[in-house]
């Protein structure tokens, strides 16, 4: 693909079910969000991280070099306002295509990002991961242009990402690799990834 491909990273989440930051958990002797944009950074230019500067991701990182931040997401609109924001400083500083995940997914690698841009057709706005079981909405390709609907639909109240894809072409993906997906929310899955000794790369 010849256009650029700029990486979005959302890491402003409360991490509840976790009981302490995401971003920051130590896996295979490095921070979740570190190792995640290390990965991009194989594949895309600029990375960008989308966290208010209240959550503890940004309290955490917020001074790392070489990390944009986008930081107005509007408090409580959960991941699809972060997504919008993010889209939005995408679109406004003249970037067409966008790789984004969340900062949980640990075992993500480059070839994802590979798959997702060689499924996106010409007419597609977002090309979404899917595995056996579910779609991922946070581990997708989307064009910029889609940030002005998906930012209409946050003002209006939606906060369900699935919904809000409802009203966009979406061309889905089974990857070929399902680990790429895997998600870490709460501490039996840190566990799970260390008892399985599931390679982190």
Same mark, same amino acid.
């Given at each position: 693909?010849?256009?650029?491909?700029?990486?979005?990273?959302?890491?402003?989440?409360?991490?509840?079910?976790?009981?302490?930051?995401?971003?920051?958990?130590?896996?295979?002797?490095?921070?979740?969000?570190?190792?995640?944009?290390?990965?991009?950074?194989?594949?895309?230019?600029?990375?960008?991280?989308?966290?208010?500067?209240?959550?503890?991701?940004?309290?955490?990182?917020?001074?790392?070099?070489?990390?944009?931040?986008?930081?107005?997401?509007?408090?409580?609109?959960?991941?699809?306002?972060?997504?919008?924001?993010?889209?939005?400083?995408?679109?406004?500083?003249?970037?067409?295509?966008?790789?984004?995940? %969340?900062?949980?997914?640990?075992? =993500?690698? +480059?070839? *994802?990002?590979?798959?997702? #841009?060689?499924?996106? @057709?010409?007419? !597609?706005?977002?090309?979404?991961?899917?595995?056996?079981?579910?779609?991922?909405?946070?581990?997708?390709?989307?064009?910029?242009?889609?940030?002005?609907?998906?930012?209409?639909?946050? %003002?209006?109240?939606?906060?369900? =990402?699935? +919904?809000? *894809?409802?009203?966009?072409? #979406?061309?889905?993906? @089974?990857?070929? !690799?399902?680990?790429?997906?895997?998600?870490?929310?709460?501490?039996?899955?840190?566990?799970?990834?260390?008892?399985?000794?599931?390679?982190?790369?």
């Amino acid at each position: 693909m010849s256009q650029p491909l700029a990486g979005i990273v959302l890491a402003g989440g409360a991490s509840r079910r976790m009981g302490e930051d995401k971003a920051a958990l130590d896996l295979g002797g490095q921070p979740m969000l570190t190792r995640i944009v290390t990965e991009l950074r194989r594949r895309c230019d600029p990375i960008t991280v989308v966290a208010a500067t209240a959550s503890p991701a940004y309290a955490a990182f917020g001074d790392e070099p070489g990390l944009r931040w986008v930081t107005d997401e509007d408090p409580g609109t959960g991941p699809l306002g972060a997504l919008a924001a993010g889209l939005t400083d995408a679109a406004g500083n003249g970037v067409p295509v966008v790789f984004v995940c %969340a900062t949980d997914m640990p075992l =993500l690698r +480059a070839e *994802l990002v590979d798959e997702l #841009v060689a499924g996106l @057709g010409p007419d !597609d706005e977002a090309v979404i991961a899917e595995d056996a079981t579910r779609q991922h909405p946070l581990a997708a390709v989307y064009r910029s242009s889609c940030a002005a609907r998906l930012a209409e639909l946050v %003002a209006g109240g939606e906060r369900r =990402l699935l +919904a809000a *894809l409802d009203g966009m072409t #979406v061309h889905r993906v @089974g990857v070929s !690799d399902p680990t790429w997906l895997t998600n870490v929310n709460a501490p039996e899955d840190v566990h799970r990834l260390r008892r399985d000794k599931i390679a982190i790369p």
